[in-house]
């Protein structure tokens, strides 16, 4: 190598160097900005780039519509009152069944974990039920209950219900015996070692459970309204697809995520005001 190739490459190290500290601080620099920020970031580039590869691609509104006619979609849809009245419906029967599978998913849980006869007794067969595809049981509620809200409700409940059992479950049983002891010893009744120890140990269990629940309440809302239904925006979503109008199906599926987005961080909410002494809490308050 001669002397000039050498002077080149001593010359090219130098600048690799002296980029490296600067690259790795402007890393450092937008890891530290707040994921909200970050990720709304992401989802507006997201949406550039899909908007120009559909104008610049010519892609008919039929096979995958531009953000812009999905907003308008969705702005009409508002404006008309059409997309109020579905989605009163539908967040009626997300909100009903989840209240019904959250009593029962806790009363269940209580009764199991509180009694070795019932853990026994009902325990198999919570088990059984649980393999059982809970879509499949939408048609049969439709037989039972007809085509009005009460299906969808029941519906939701039961897709819900699951996973709050089985974390409440988890988390009664996760109370320490020696603490059990201790507390019988002082002459602590029952619904005492309940209240006072068993269920805030079981709080961040339950919090979990409803946080899994209250995302397949919104599945469930809409599987049941895809099976038989006159209003909701599962409705919506068949009437469109009928009518081949994909961007108010695209305009139905952002109004869902949003029921979702507000209905998880509504649990996430909950969960630091029970459970802000616990790991899980503190970990998602340092990450936030």
């Known amino acids: 190598m001669t002397t000039q190739q050498q ?12 980029r490296t500290p600067g690259s790795q601080i402007r890393r450092r620099q937008l890891s530290d900005l707040p994921g909200a920020l970050l990720s709304s970031i992401a989802v507006v580039a997201l949406l550039v780039i899909w908007e120009v590869v559909v104008r610049v691609m010519s892609v008919s509104s039929i096979v995958l519509p531009a953000p812009s006619r999905v907003a308008q979609a969705l702005w009409s849809g508002y404006a008309s009152g059409t997309l109020w009245r579905h989605t009163w419906v539908t967040l009626q029967e997300i909100l009903l069944g989840f209240a019904i599978a959250v009593v029962l998913g806790l009363l269940v849980a209580i009764i199991i974990s509180s009694s070795k006869l019932a853990e026994k007794t009902f325990l198999p067969i919570i088990v059984v039920l649980q393999t059982v ?3 499949a049981l939408a048609p049969l509620f439709l037989v039972w209950f007809g085509f009005g809200i009460e299906s969808k409700i029941l519906t939701t409940a039961l897709i819900a219900f ?10 009664f049983n996760s109370t320490s015996s020696d603490q059990i002891a201790m507390m019988r010893s002082f002459g602590a009744s029952r619904l005492q070692i309940l209240t006072k120890l068993r269920f805030p140990t ?7 459970g409803l946080d899994v629940a209250v995302v397949l309440a919104v599945i469930g809302a809409i599987v049941a309204e895809f099976v038989g239904a006159q209003a909701g925006l599962g409705y919506v979503i068949l009437a469109s697809n009928t009518s081949l109008d994909v961007a ?15 209905l998880h961080y509504a649990v996430v909410f909950l969960g630091k005001r029970l459970a802000f002494w616990s790991e899980e809490q503190r970990s998602r308050s340092a990450g936030a």
Not at 7 to 18: D, F, L
Not at 202 to 208: H, M
Not at 251 to 258: C, G, P
């Open 248 to 262: 108010t199906m695209f305009a139905v599926l952002v109004v869902l995520s949003v029921i979702g987005l507000v």
């Open 162 to 171: 699951f996973p709050i059992l089985i974390n409440s479950t988890l988390g």
């Open 7 to 18: 002077a080149g490459a001593q010359a090219r190290t130098a600048i690799v160097v002296r």
């Open 133 to 135: 595809p809970k879509v």
């Open 202 to 208: 079981a709080v961040p269990s339950i919090i979990a």
